[in-house]
C-alpha cells in the first residue's frame, strides 16, 4: 500500500520537514524543507557557505540539526546517527573517493559484509555478484576482480554507487559528483543515474555545475544563506532566475575589458623543456597586462610547467625572461618568491594551514618583509591583510576566523591573496577556479584581472575552458609535456578551444 | 571614599571589556583554557590531602621541580610544533651531566668552558637528529629513539653504572641560590617561557614553526625554508636538555645514569598535557608551563600525602588521557563546523 502512494508520489521518498542548524551565533540552515521523491532527481544548488552540505550531512545522519525532521518513507529517522540513516536506505558518495585503492574492486563491494562459506571468504560468489551488479548497471569496462587502483576515476565512482546500490539504498546522495570527471565521463555517470531512477532510487544531486544540474534533474532547490532561495521543477526551470536566486543581489556578472598597458614583453618563455623527449620545448611571450590560459588533458603537464617556472622544479632546460632580465632553467629556484608567485591546485593539501587565522594565512609568505629585525611588524600586518580581505571580498567573522571554517570560493580567496599580497609580475595560478561557486568566481576572475590591468602578466590552468574564456583569449595547448598549439584570437570560442583541446 | 573608589573600578568599562575578552576566549577556544584545570586540580588536591602543600619549603620544592622540567619540555613543544618528537632529550641530559662532572674532576679545564662544551654537545646532537629525519628521511620517532639508545650507551661504557665525576661549584651554585623568592632554575624556566612565547607569536620563524608543522608541504610552497625551521627546532630542544640536565645536576649535587631517565616521557607528557598537539602546529609556551606544573605538581602532591609512589604514573596516564579527549573533542568540534 504504501509503496504504491510512494511510486505516485504522495507520500515522498525522503522528507525534511523545517529543518534549522546554528553553529554559534551562525546560522547554517533555517527552516528548510526539502522532498525527494522516487526514481526521480532532485538537484540541489548553491554558492559554498549556502548550507549544501550541511543540508547532506543532516540527512547522512552526520549532522545533528536543532530542530526538525528527517522522514523516509514517512518513517522519521534519528538524528544525528549515520548507521540508522543507512538503515534507512541513505546513502552518500562523497567527493573524495572513499574505496581502499589496494583492494580488488569485488572486495570494496563487500566491505564489512563480506561473504562466508565454510569459514572462508568465499571470493568467486563475491566475484559473481560484483559482475552481475556492475552489467545491471551497465558494464563501464570494469573488471571485477582488477585492483580498484587500476581504474579511472569515474569507474571508482561506479564502484562506489554501485556498492550503495547492492546495500538497497533508496536515496543516493551524490555529493559533487562531477568534479572531478570530463565532460565523456559525466554522461556517463547520467546514464547510471537515469537507470538508478528506473529502479525507483531517489537521487539528490549536489553540484556547483548549474548546466549539469538542469540537464540531470527532475527538481532543482537553490540554497542561499541557509535558506530555500528556489524551487523548480523541470517544466519551468529558468536559468537566469536560478542564477539570480544562486547569488543574490550581491554582485552580478561583469565584463571587465582586457586592458593592456603598454605593449612591452613583460614575461617571455624560451625552449622551457619539462622533458627529454621534448626536441623544441615550450615558447611564448606575453605583454604587460596579458593572460595566458594553459589547456590540456589531464596529464599534459599543465601543473608541471606552472611549478616549473615557480621554481619547484622539474625543468630540465630553456630560459624565461622577466621584464629583459635572463633566468636559465636551473636559475628558476631563485626567482621563488620574488616577482612570481604561485598558487598551487589543491588548496587544501598543498596551499593552506587550516588550523591558523585568514590573516595568518595571508601574510605567512611575507612575513620576512613584514618584520623588523625578525620581530613580526603587526601593524602593517594588520593593515595589508585587512586590504586584501576587502579587495577579494572574503566573507568571513574577521581576520581571526581559522580557515578551516570557511567554505571552499573563501578558502580560496584567502589563498589568492597571499599570491597577490607582494604584488608580484608573474603569476602562475594552476585551477584557480576549482570548486568556487558562481559569485565566488566572478569576483576571483575580477581580482586577477585588475591585478594583470596594472602591468603584470598571469598564466592560468583550469579544466573548465569557460573559465579559461572568461580570462583570456590567449590560450596555449599542451600535450605530453610539450606544446601542442597556441591560440590567440579576439574573439574565442568555446566550441573551437575544446575541440582543439580534444584533439591534442 | 575607599568603597567608592572600588565601586567605580568594579564598573569601570575597560574592566567589564577585559571581562567579556576572557568570556569569549573561553567560547571560542576551549583549548587555551583547558591546559589550566591541571593546575588549578592540583591546587586543589594539594590543599584537601597534602597538610603542606602550602609551605614556604614546598613551594621552593615545586618550583624547582617546574623549572627543571620546563626548560625540558619547552624544547620538547618545539619539536612537536613541526610534527617531530625527540626521545633522546633524557639521555641527553645525563650525557651532559656526566660530560661536566667527569671532566671537572679529571682535568683542570675552567667549568665555564666545560658548561659550554655541554652545550656545544647539545648542538651536535641536535643537528645530528634533524640530519637523520631531514637528510635520511626516518621517522623522528625511530631516529631518537636510536639516538636516546646510543646515548645511553655512550655513559654507560663511560660511567661504568657507578656515580661518578664531581659537580662543579658553579652549577651548586645555580642550583641552590634564589632570586628573591625564586629559586634559580624556576627563574630560568620562567624567563625561557616568555622568551618562547615571544619567539612564537612575535617572530617570523615562530610563524614558520606553526606553517611547517600545520602543513609542511604548503609551508614549502609558501617559500618557507622548511628545512632550516626543522634544524634549528631540534637543536633547540637539544640544547634545552642540556640545559636542564646541568641544572639538575647542579641541585642534586651528583651525578649518575639514571638522573635523567624517563626525562623524555615526561616533557613529552607536559607539552601534550599542557594543549601541544602531537600532530603538529598547535601549541604554546604558557600553555605547556600550565602542562609542566600539572605534571610536576601531581609527583609533588603524592610524595607530600605519602601515598603509593607508583601511583604517580597512574595519576599521570590518567591526566594525558584527559587532556587527549579534550583536544580531540575540540577536533571534532572543528570538523563539525566546516
Known amino acids: 500500500m504504501t509503496n504504491r502512494l510512494e511510486g505516485r508520489g504522495i507520500i515522498p521518498l525522503l522528507q525534511v520537514e523545517s529543518v534549522s542548524k546554528k553553529y554559534g551565533e551562525n546560522v547554517v540552515l533555517a527552516n528548510i524543507d526539502f522532498s525527494l521523491q522516487a526514481g526521480t532527481v532532485h538537484g540541489v544548488i548553491g554558492q559554498n557557505g549556502a548550507g549544501k552540505s550541511t543540508l547532506v550531512g543532516i540527512i547522512s545522519g552526520i549532522v545533528v540539526p536543532d530542530s526538525g525532521d528527517v522522514r523516509v518513507s514517512d518513517n522519521p529517522i534519528e538524528h544525528g546517527s549515520p548507521r540508522a540513516a543507512l538503515s534507512a536506505g541513505i546513502a552518500t558518495v562523497y567527493q573524495e573517493l572513499s574505496l581502499l585503492p589496494e583492494l580488488a574492486v569485488y572486495e570494496n563491494m563487500f566491505l564489512g559484509d563480506e561473504i562466508v562459506k565454510n569459514r572462508r571468504l568465499d571470493s568467486s560468489e563475491m566475484i559473481e555478484q560484483t559482475r552481475a551488479l556492475l552489467s545491471e548497471l551497465g558494464g563501464y569496462g570494469i573488471d571485477a576482480a582488477s585492483r580498484t587502483w587500476r581504474l579511472s576515476l569515474a569507474q571508482r565512482q561506479i564502484v562506489e554507487i554501485a556498492r550503495c546500490v547492492r546495500r538497497n539504498v533508496k536515496v543516493l546522495i551524490l555529493d559533487e559528483p562531477s568534479a572531478v570527471l570530463g565532460s565523456n565521463e559525466i554522461s556517463t555517470l547520467f546514464e547510471l543515474i537515469k537507470r538508478l531512477n528506473a529502479r525507483g532510487t531517489g537521487v539528490i544531486y549536489i553540484s556547483h555545475r548549474l548546466a549539469e544540474v538542469e540537464q540531470i534533474s527532475d527538481q532543482i532547490t537553490v540554497l542561499r544563506d541557509g535558506c530555500t532561495a528556489l524551487l523548480q521543477s523541470r517544466e519551468n526551470f529558468d536559468r537566469p532566475k536560478l542564477i539570480r536566486a544562486m547569488i543574490g543581489n550581491e554582485s552580478s556578472f561583469r565584463e571587465t575589458a582586457h586592458t593592456k598597458i603598454s605593449v612591452t614583453n613583460a614575461f617571455s618563455v624560451d625552449g622551457l623543456k619539462l622533458h627529454n623527449n621534448d626536441e623544441v620545448g615550450i615558447s611564448f611571450t606575453l605583454l604587460r597586462g596579458e593572460i595566458l590560459g594553459v589547456a590540456g588533458h589531464t596529464g599534459s603537464g599543465r601543473s608541471r610547467l606552472l611549478k616549473g617556472l615557480a621554481g619547484l622544479g622539474g625543468v630540465i632546460g630553456g630560459s624565461i625572461e622577466i621584464e629583459g632580465v635572463k633566468y636559465e632553467g636551473k636559475d628558476l629556484k631563485k626567482l621563488k618568491g620574488l616577482s612570481v608567485r604561485y598558487l598551487p591546485e589543491d588548496r587544501k593539501k598543498l596551499g593552506l594551514f587550516l588550523d591558523r587565522s585568514i590573516r595568518d594565512n595571508i601574510v605567512v609568505s611575507d612575513v620576512s618583509t613584514l618584520s623588523k629585525f625578525g620581530f613580526l611588524n603587526f601593524k602593517k600586518i594588520m593593515l595589508i591583510s585587512q586590504e586584501f580581505f576587502i579587495k577579494l571580498r572574503i566573507r568571513a567573522q574577521g581576520l581571526d576566523q581559522l580557515v578551516a571554517r570557511l567554505s571552499g570560493g573563501n578558502q580560496q580567496k584567502v589563498l589568492l591573496a597571499r599570491t597577490m599580497l607582494s604584488a608580484p609580475q608573474v603569476l602562475l595560478l594552476d585551477e584557480p577556479l576549482r570548486g568556487v561557486d558562481v559569485g565566488a568566481k566572478t569576483e576571483i576572475i575580477d581580482a586577477i584581472k585588475s591585478h594583470v590591468a596594472l602591468g603584470n602578466v598571469a598564466l592560468v590552468v583550469s579544466s573548465e575552458l569557460a573559465d579559461i574564456i572568461a580570462l583570456t583569449n590567449k590560450v596555449l595547448i599542451l600535450r605530453n609535456g610539450a606544446t601542442h598549439s597556441l591560440m590567440s584570437k579576439p574573439n574565442l570560442d568555446e566550441n573551437e578551444l575544446a575541440l582543439a583541446v580534444e584533439n591534442s | ?338
Not at chain 2, 204 to 231: C, D, H, M, R
Not at chain 2, 289 to 296: K, N, P, Q, R
Not at chain 2, 313 to 332: A, E, N, P, Y
Request: a positive charge; proline letters at 3%.
Open chain 2, 1 to 338: 571614599m575607599l568603597i567608592g573608589h572600588l565601586g567605580t573600578r568594579r564598573l569601570n568599562g575597560k574592566n567589564l571589556g577585559t571581562a567579556l575578552k576572557i568570556n569569549s576566549l573561553v567560547k571560542s577556544s576551549p583549548l587555551l583554557v583547558a591546559p589550566l584545570l591541571g593546575p588549578f586540580a592540583v591546587i586543589v588536591v594539594g590543599f584537601l590531602f597534602a597538610s603542606n602543600f602550602f609551605s614556604v619549603g614546598n613551594f621552593a620544592n615545586l618550583s624547582r621541580q617546574i623549572g627543571f622540567l620546563s626548560v625540558v619540555a619547552l624544547g620538547q613543544m618545539v619539536v612537536l610544533l613541526i610534527k617531530g618528537i625527540d626521545l633522546s632529550v633524557g639521555a641527553l641530559m645525563t650525557l651532559a651531566m656526566v660530560f661536566v662532572a667527569r671532566n671537572a674532576r679529571e682535568t683542570e679545564v675552567d667549568p665555564r668552558l666545560l658548561i659550554t662544551g655541554a652545550l656545544f654537545v647539545g648542538v651536535v646532537v641536535g643537528l645530528v637528529n634533524a640530519y637523520l629525519v631531514l637528510g635520511r628521511n626516518i621517522p623522528p620517532f625511530v631516529a631518537t629513539l636510536s639516538m636516546y639508545l646510543l646515548l645511553n650507551g655512550i655513559i654507560s661504557i663511560w660511567t661504568k653504572g657507578v656515580p661518578s665525576g664531581e659537580v662543579p661549584q658553579i652549577l651548586k651554585q645555580l642550583g641552590a641560590t634564589k632570586v628573591g623568592i625564586l629559586p634559580i632554575p624556576t627563574a630560568i624556566g620562567l624567563g625561557l617561557t616568555i622568551c618562547l612565547a615571544v619567539l612564537l607569536s612575535r617572530t617570523i620563524f615562530g610563524s614558520w614553526i606553526y606553517a611547517t608543522g600545520q602543513n609542511s608541504e604548503a609551508a614549502k610552497i609558501a617559500g618557507i625554508p622548511t628545512g632550516l625551521v626543522t634544524i634549528l627546532a631540534y637543536v633547540i630542544c637539544s640544547v634545552c636538555a642540556v640545559i636542564g640536565g646541568l641544572l639538575l645536576s647542579g641541585y642534586i649535587g651528583y651525578v649518575d645514569r639514571y638522573l635523567g631517565q624517563g626525562w623524555e616521557l615526561d616533557s613529552i607528557a607536559a607539552a601534550i598535557v599542557g594543549g601541544t598537539a602531537f600532530a603538529g602546529g598547535r601549541g604554546g609556551a604558557f600553555r605547556t608551563l600550565a602542562g609542566v606544573f600539572t605534571i610536576a605538581g601531581i609527583s609533588n602532591v603524592i610524595l607530600l600525602t605519602g601515598a603509593d609512589r607508583w601511583l604517580r604514573f597512574v595519576s599521570t596516564g590518567f591526566v594525558i588521557i584527559l587532556s587527549m579527549v579534550l583536544q580531540s573533542d575540540r577536533i571534532k568540534f572543528a570538523k563539525n563546523i566546516i
